[in-house]
């Protein structure tokens, strides 16, 4: 939607148009390869390029900005099912969230009737599948019998299971003279709050004003970058100290006995909903929770160290799926 309204805006705007190579050649002079999927290759030269490549990170490859996140550690074994069935009513569309010992399910609904499901899991145990990877993600589906209710009569597409590992990463520094990373060309976290959509959405608008300003200013662009990164550094903080503890003992317990006390009920909601910018309520509020979680976490500490001490030996893990099929029957 948003690519379509860039072109009835009156932006060029290719579809199937591949950048290969970007060469810098001065802070205004950027020249792009391209390639179509026709097989037409050509240059474009550019004043200001803004990468938002996902996670194929163009620039970030190019510059070695790419770095893994030390502290966290998925991965994620998936399939596309059609015949699952949907939840009711005007919730048809919505995505569902199931947890399990090992770490938690998603259910996506995509047009024409199919589904998205699959689990991001802890390294160790994706390390323990034995056979094929189909059965390995079917067994690990049953794992939660609500879920499997909706899925047992579904049918997977292809047969073909996809494991991907290792995907949370960030960069170096989000931009320099004539450049910026915008969402995750930048950095991706962990699907589980959907937080790729608010920080690409909200540092791609302030991405825009600072191409803006720097092209009217260039004396203000390091300034405005700084701030930028800043900004995008601190919002993923906030996401970052719920996405690492979700599957911890203290954290489930505080979501499984909601309390609205200082009401910081509302500031979780809000913080899923994309509002941990700017908003200083919902900000206090959330350091209000940190602060009660701590607290928690020192009642029940032996809890709190062990899940901890799991969790960074989870981030040292290592595993590559390559986000490829690795099982087609």
Known sequence: MLFEHARACGASAREGHEVLEVAQ???RVTRLQVRTDEGRSYRIEARYVIDASGRDALLAAKKKL????????????????????????AD?????????????IWMIPLPAGVMSVGAVCRPDYLKQRKGRTLEFLLATLRRNAAL???????????????VTGNYSYDSTRMGGPGWVLVGDAFAFLDPVF?????????????????????LREPAT????LRQLEKRQRAAMARFSFFIYRFNGPILRQMFRNPSNRWQLEQAVISMLAGDLFDTPQVLRRLQLFRLV???????HWRRWRAEH????AQARSQFTGGDTPLDKV
């Open 148 to 162: 499997w209710r909706r899925l047992e009569r579904a049918e997977l597409i292809g047969n073909e299971v996809r």
């Open 25 to 27: 050649h001065a802070p």
């Open 92 to 104: 048809a569309g919505n995505i569902s969230i199931y947890s399990f010992e090992h770490g938690w």
């Open 66 to 89: 790419r770095r893994k996140n030390p502290e966290h550690q998925s991965a994620a074994i998936f399939g596309h099912f059609r015949g699952a069935e949907a939840r009711p009513g």
């Open 309 to 312: 001490r799991y969790r960074l």
């Open 221 to 224: 662009e390091v300034a405005l």
């Open 194 to 214: 959907s937080s790729g959509v608010y920080l690409a959405m909200s540092g791609a608008e302030h991405a825009a004003q600072l191409v803006d300003a720097a």
């Open 293 to 299: 979680y701590s607290i928690l976490a020192l009642r």
